[in-house]
């Protein structure tokens, strides 16, 4: 037994010293980055390596540098560009098939990436109906390879997404996963076997490889001998990497990881800061902080599905009480952008400025009257109305219904302060607003997973805010999210929205094939959605990260940020 703890502390030693070695020694002299170790701080290591079953940003962080889709966005126009494809996609329109031709390239084991990858991956997606995966994939008949270095889709009927979301899908290996399936074969669950299949040494054609993860400290990537994109100028972009390796350094805390980067044992915190640490940093003269847009959506939502959010005034009148320029201002600190529609603006394609822009611009007395105005025409009435004879905003009380019965007291739930304190205050916010108005609202703060339970799961709520952090650019997501197919328990359609001619619109430009005529689709959609109000959008937060400036040069900017593939494969040590 003695021999035995022996050996256990030799080995506990042993990776100490290692971690010592790997993390401390380079984090503590410029030497580091002289020595093309790029050091990364990190909240939470991955989930897993596992591609199908990461769903969290700490993983996808990771894996993101690994497995690599056919076509990739570029970071300055957004528009998707060849990454393994060696080009545009050629459509046969009388066929409904697209053909694309393959980049040489080869994965991190050596071996050459061909067309039967591609197959096999869609393959795989298909028959397991991989989840995330699978709805981008389903309208393809098969996939075929043509040759060594070329792919055939087939499409059972035209399918917009399949430009925007099928083609950036990760491919994998054909020789590391079909071992994988054939295990899973005979199984009673076999997607679940798949799922649940502990991957430690993925093998992908993107600029880094995991060399070694040590589990709760660090995640070490190395950098692909084989990458195909090293040396190479795409998009205007001359890509390496010209770094060696990353440490991906886990930390726990914000306030350790800021303490990291200023004390320069990391050179980039990939993480959005938030604005209580920003006065420290800015007097930094080793730190930069890039502040970029991305592409989110935090929003106020009603449940249409009973009284009082079932009527349009009472949600016109309180988009119209929201003041979205003062969230930005007092609680984003002024890292953020005023959102009117469910699509952000750094979506240039597709957002469409002139939807209906409640209160937008007025005074907080002016956005009362207007309220008022609203709900009385509606035939609401008040014990005593928010604003007297004399035009003068007072404050409203006891507000009732048109059929004559008294408002009842609702809720508005928001995620903890500890989870999102932006969400959390404006919950108090709006609740205050809506009190002035003479409406019972009270906000109340509630475990994330219990708030998605209630909402998503129960249908059990009055309003509630929460946010997508990552909206993919193509929008489709509008019809996900306000299709009345999707009004079901756990479904999409949250608050309960029902239109006939928004579901046969938002079906329609699902299937356009045609960009341009998508987009005028879109368009009304977002025009047809703030009218009805099934949501207020709120914010779309930036992003602010924090790099050290004396160390590494050459971050790419993007929408979403300076943490992203591009300024990985691009920037240099000094």
Not at 25 to 40: F, Q, S, Y
Not at 97 to 109: E, F, G, I, M, Q
Not at 130 to 154: C, G, L, Q
Not at 338 to 359: A, C, E, R, T
Request: glycine residues 8%; charged residues 20%; aromatic residues 12%.
């Amino acid at each position: 037994m003695k021999c035995l703890k022996r050996s256990y502390l030799a080995r506990g030693l042993a990776l100490a010293v290692m971690a010592v070695v790997l993390l401390g020694g380079l984090a503590v002299t410029p030497a580091a980055a002289a020595n093309g170790m790029l050091k990364i701080g990190v909240l939470e290591e991955p989930k897993s390596l596992n591609l199908w079953l990461a769903t969290d940003a700490w993983s996808n962080r990771v894996l993101s540098l690994i497995y690599e889709p056919l076509f990739i966005r570029e970071p300055k126009t957004n528009k998707l560009v060849p990454w393994l494809a060696a080009g545009e996609p050629v459509y046969d329109a009388g066929k409904m098939t697209y053909t694309v031709k393959l980049r040489p390239a080869k994965w991190s084991d050596g071996s050459e990436f061909t067309a039967e990858d591609v197959v096999f991956t869609g393959n795989l997606i298909k028959k397991f109906r991989m989840p995330r995966h699978s709805s981008k994939w389903s309208f393809i008949e098969e996939v075929v390879a043509v040759d060594k270095h070329t792919v055939r889709f087939e499409l059972k009927r035209p399918k917009a997404i399949f430009l925007t979301r099928t083609l950036v899908t990760p491919i994998v290996q054909k020789k590391q996963w079909e071992k994988i399936v054939a295990s899973a074969k005979g199984a009673e669950k076999p997607l679940t076997v798949i799922l649940r299949h502990k991957l430690e040494n993925p093998i992908g054609t993107g600029p880094f490889t995991v060399s070694k993860w040590q589990k709760g400290v660090f995640v070490f990537m190395k950098a692909n001998p084989y990458f195909f994109g090293k040396g190479q100028t795409i998009s205007g972009h001359k890509l390496g990497p010209h770094i060696k390796g990353i440490i991906f350094k886990v930390y726990g805390t914000a306030d350790a990881a800021i303490l990291a980067l200023r004390k320069g044992s990391i050179d980039f915190y990939w993480n959005s800061i938030q604005a209580g640490y920003l006065e420290q940093l800015k007097d930094d003269k080793d730190i930069k902080l890039f502040v970029n847009n991305k592409s989110g959506l935090y929003y106020l939502g009603f449940n249409l599905r009973k009284e009082p959010f079932d009527d349009v005034a009472l949600r016109r009148a309180v988009a119209t009480l929201v003041s979205k320029e003062f969230i930005i201002k007092r609680i984003l600190q002024g890292y953020g952008e005023v959102l009117h529609s469910m699509i952000p603006p750094g979506n240039d394609f597709y957002y469409n400025p002139d939807v209906p822009k409640y209160g937008y611009g007025l005074s907080m007395d002016q956005r009362m009257k207007m309220a008022y105005d609203i709900l009385r025409q509606a035939g609401y009435t008040w014990e005593t109305p928010p604003v007297d004879a004399n035009g003068k905003v007072v404050r409203g009380v006891g507000i009732r219904l048109p059929n004559g019965d008294p408002m009842k007291e609702f809720t508005i739930l928001t995620p903890p302060a500890d989870y999102d304190p932006h969400r959390a205050m404006s919950g108090q916010m709006i609740q205050e607003w809506l009190r002035a108005a003479g409406m019972p609202a009270v906000s109340r703060p509630m475990a994330f997973g219990a708030l998605i339970q209630k909402v998503k799961g129960q249908h059990d709520f009055d309003a509630f805010i929460l946010g997508y952090g990552k909206l993919s650019l193509d929008p489709g997501y509008l019809r996900a999210f306000f299709h009345s197919r999707f009004n079901k328990e756990r479904g999409y359609n949250m608050s309960g929205y029902e239109s006939a001619a928004f579901d046969a619109l938002s079906t329609e430009s699902n299937n356009a094939m045609d960009p341009n005529l998508r987009r005028e689709m879109i368009f009304q959609m977002q025009v047809m959605l703030m009218n009805a109000v099934p949501y207020v959008p709120l914010y779309n937060p930036q992003v602010v990260e924090g790099v050290r400036s004396d160390r590494f040069t050459g971050w790419v900017p993007g929408l979403g940020g300076v943490g992203n593939i591009w300024s990985l494969c691009e920037i240099k040590a000094k």
